[in-house]
């Protein structure tokens, strides 16, 4: 179980005699994620034109939903977060996914095919960088940034010192709490949710046949890692709707 939680370290910094992991297997992963999806931008929105081909109509039918659930949630602003909500969703969506494509045989296999015996200890697993805690508070403090950035743009520095007190004095308690427990329950309700999921899907491959893992995979990696992705920007905009609310 341990095996499962714990992440492959490429680099580490040494901090007064401390190994601090810098470049773990979630850092890699991200990078490729990134990658792949300014790629996929670039490949899908070059030569755009009145009557768009095949790989424009997908780039369409892909801003039209995000900008369609962002106009749906957060109302009157929510063509300045169609970027941000987008990039959020299509990232988190796409690590959700990446276990699926973990098709990187071990070390000990290309040290046996190959008979090299140094190849025994590489191990390079694509696992979905959310299941690391690091990453989805990242995102999460990422998110509550630019909530507090639309409370002062849209309620002024005032409108936003008298939502602590109004309508009652006892609110701006609530609201220090809120900024702590917001960024937290976005960040565990995902990293708990797709850690729990890769457990499952470990423990099945490891105990059952092929098919089974496979059909457990169409749930836990698709229907639930994109239901995830979902769940974390429509809070998101949730929050970024009641920030944008003016007396």
Same mark, same amino acid.
């Given at each position: 179980?341990?095996?499962?939680?714990?992440?492959?370290?490429?680099?580490?910094?040494?901090?007064?005699?401390?190994e601090?992991?810098?470049?773990?297997d979630?850092?890699?992963?991200?990078?490729?994620?990134?990658?792949? $999806?300014? *790629? !996929? +931008? @670039?490949?899908?929105?070059?030569?755009?034109?009145?009557? /768009?081909? &095949?790989a424009? =109509?997908?780039?369409?039918?892909?801003?039209?939903?995000?900008?369609?659930?962002?106009?749906?949630?957060?109302?009157?602003?929510?063509?300045?977060?169609?970027?941000?909500?987008?990039?959020?969703?299509?990232?988190?969506?796409?690590?959700?996914?990446?276990g699926?494509?973990?098709?990187?045989?071990?070390?000990?296999?290309?040290?046996?095919? $190959?008979? *090299? !015996? +140094? @190849?025994?200890?590489?191990?390079?697993?694509?696992?979905? /960088?959310? &299941?690391?805690? =690091?990453?989805?508070?990242?995102?999460?403090?990422?998110?509550?940034?630019?909530?507090?950035?639309s409370?002062?743009?849209?309620k002024?520095?005032?409108?936003?010192?008298?939502?602590f007190?109004?309508?009652?004095?006892?609110?701006?308690?609530?609201?220090?709490?809120?900024?702590?427990?917001r960024?937290?329950?976005?960040?565990?309700?995902?990293?708990?949710?797709i850690?729990?999921?890769?457990?499952?899907?470990?423990?099945?491959?490891?105990?059952?046949?092929?098919?089974?893992?496979?059909?457990?995979?169409?749930?836990?990696?698709?229907?639930?890692?994109?239901?995830?992705?979902?769940?974390?920007?429509?809070?998101?905009m949730?929050?970024?709707?009641?920030?944008?609310?003016?007396?």
């Amino acid at each position: 179980m341990e095996n499962l939680t714990e992440s492959v370290v490429f680099a580490s910094l040494n901090i007064k005699g401390q190994e601090v992991p810098f470049i773990t297997d979630a850092v890699v992963v991200s990078w490729l994620i990134m990658a792949f $999806l300014i *790629i !996929a +931008a @670039l490949i899908l929105t070059r030569k755009l034109e009145k009557r /768009p081909g &095949k790989a424009q =109509n997908l780039a369409e039918t892909i801003v039209e939903f995000i900008s369609g659930i962002c106009k749906n949630t957060i109302g009157h602003h929510w063509k300045g977060y169609v970027p941000y909500i987008g990039t959020l969703l299509l990232y988190i969506a796409a690590s959700n996914l990446a276990g699926i494509f973990n098709i990187i045989p071990s070390g000990n296999f290309f040290a046996d095919y $190959l008979h *090299i !015996a +140094a @190849l025994k200890n590489f191990e390079f697993p694509i696992h979905p /960088p959310t &299941k690391n805690f =690091n990453v989805t508070l990242c995102m999460a403090l990422m998110s509550m940034a630019v909530v507090v950035y639309s409370e002062f743009r849209y309620k002024g520095l005032k409108g936003w010192a008298r939502s602590f007190y109004r309508p009652l004095p006892i609110n701006g308690f609530v609201k220090i709490l809120d900024y702590v427990i917001r960024p937290t329950s976005l960040c565990l309700r995902l990293f708990g949710n797709i850690l729990g999921g890769f457990i499952v899907i470990e423990l099945v491959y490891a105990a059952f046949p092929l098919i089974i893992p496979a059909a457990a995979g169409i749930y836990f990696d698709l229907f639930d890692g994109c239901l995830q992705a979902y769940v974390f920007v429509f809070l998101t905009m949730v929050y970024l709707q009641e920030a944008g609310e003016t007396e």
